[in-house]
């Protein structure tokens, strides 16, 4: 299958401060992104869909000044959340899915875990 | 909006037995892809499975098998053999097709934890 490399695995930012993830499509072209957040032991809940280009589509709830999200390039997409706080703390998983019509599939980064202190 | 539900939070089974985990759904859509996936301790989410619903025939690989129906929505996996290496979060998924409203997201089940005990 394709691979999708998430940078960094793991971060520990300061309240107040911004911290940036990496999601890359490294074998495949990605023209939509997608951005999940999950808690320990739940589900994957899907925060938000970035096409290449284009602004990002936000999931109800998702505020999108917090969360900034930019897919500039077709192997590219950036998560930032902006002034953490503790609440923040989670696991971010993003998955990228190349351009093919409804039969391509999405491939999962390998996730991130932030923690703000 | 589609909903996925995943009714077993903690499952169990012996190594080489096998074990079944349940999944409902609902959806106004006629045509959609199902979606078996796994998230072991790394927290890597990996496929195991999929179905497109427009197949009747139940999707197989090796010894993980759904059983589909359409009209209850209803997606069961079956895990054959069960390996210690089978010990994960498992989700089911739906994803619609073009047209849909849900076209291209996936919507994720609660999750069982499957646990295989040697």
């Known amino acids: 299958g394709a691979v999708v490399s998430q940078h960094p695995s793991w971060v520990i930012c300061k309240s107040g401060t911004s911290v940036k993830i990496e999601c890359r499509s490294l074998d495949f072209q990605a023209t939509t992104m997608f951005w999940y957040r999950q808690f320990p032991k739940q589900s994957l809940m899907l925060m938000a869909t970035?096409?290449?280009?284009?602004?990002?589509?936000?999931e109800q709830g998702v505020e999108k000044d917090k969360f900034l999200i930019n897919h500039a390039s077709l192997t590219l997409s950036t998560l930032t959340v902006t002034s953490a706080h503790p609440e923040d703390s989670s696991f971010y998983i993003c998955s990228a899915r190349a351009a093919g019509g409804e039969n391509t599939e999405a491939f999962f980064g390998q996730g991130t875990r932030l923690t703000v202190v | 909006a589609q909903t996925v539900t995943q009714s077993q939070p903690e499952m169990s089974v012996q190594e080489a037995e096998t074990v079944t985990l349940s999944c409902t759904y609902d959806?106004?859509?006629?045509?959609?892809?199902l979606f078996w996936y796994k998230q072991p301790p790394s927290r890597q989410m990996i496929l195991v499975i999929r179905q497109e619903a427009y197949k009747q025939q139940n999707a197989t690989e090796n010894r993980f098998s759904v059983n589909f129906q359409k009209a209850a929505k209803s997606f069961s996996l079956k895990i054959s053999d069960s390996q210690l290496g089978d010990t994960a979060m498992y989700f089911c998924?739906?994803?619609?097709?073009?047209?849909?409203?849900?076209?291209?997201?996936?919507?994720f089940g609660q999750g069982t934890i499957l646990t295989v005990h040697p």
């Open positions: 998924a739906f994803r619609g097709t073009p047209g849909g409203t849900s076209y291209g997201k996936l919507t």
């Open positions: 959806t106004s859509e006629s045509n959609y892809y």
């Open positions: 970035s096409n290449e280009g284009s602004k990002a589509t936000y």
